[in-house]
């Protein structure tokens, strides 16, 4: 069965860190880019973060850059999220998603995302 499982939400205080990972299962997540895109309540999903199969390009949300670091082991078929200095505004449900891995690069829109995991809640509260 083909499934992305994200783990590691949680509730942290603002300031504090967090890391998500997303396991592959199904199959093999070589070939895959990855992303993790985030929501809330009433507004639109919004990718956050990417990385290519071979991790040699990345991207993130302006709002991220400097906080977040996407990474992957494919040895583990694994992706994961460090997400440091959280803010209030950070607090969404995560989900990683992944794409056939056809170009150099990625991009943090959903088009091209063929699995999508459930996600995680990600709550940042004093």
């Known amino acids: 069965q083909v499934q992305l499982v994200e783990s590691g939400g949680g509730l942290v205080q603002p300031g504090g860190s967090l890391r998500l990972s997303c396991v592959a299962t199904?199959?093999?997540?070589?070939?895959?880019?990855i992303g993790w895109f985030r929501q809330t309540p009433g507004k639109e999903r919004e990718g956050v973060a990417c990385i290519t199969s071979s991790g040699k390009y990345i991207a993130y949300l302006d709002s991220v850059k400097g906080r977040f670091t996407v990474s992957r082991d494919n040895g583990k078929n694994t992706a994961y999220l460090q997400m440091s200095s959280l803010k209030p505004d950070d607090a969404a449900v995560y989900h990683c998603a992944a794409g056939l891995d056809y170009d150099p690069t990625c991009h943090l829109m959903e088009p091209g995302y063929e699995f999508w995991g459930q996600g995680a809640q990600v709550t940042v509260s004093s």
């Open positions: 199904g199959f093999n997540l070589d070939y895959y880019y």
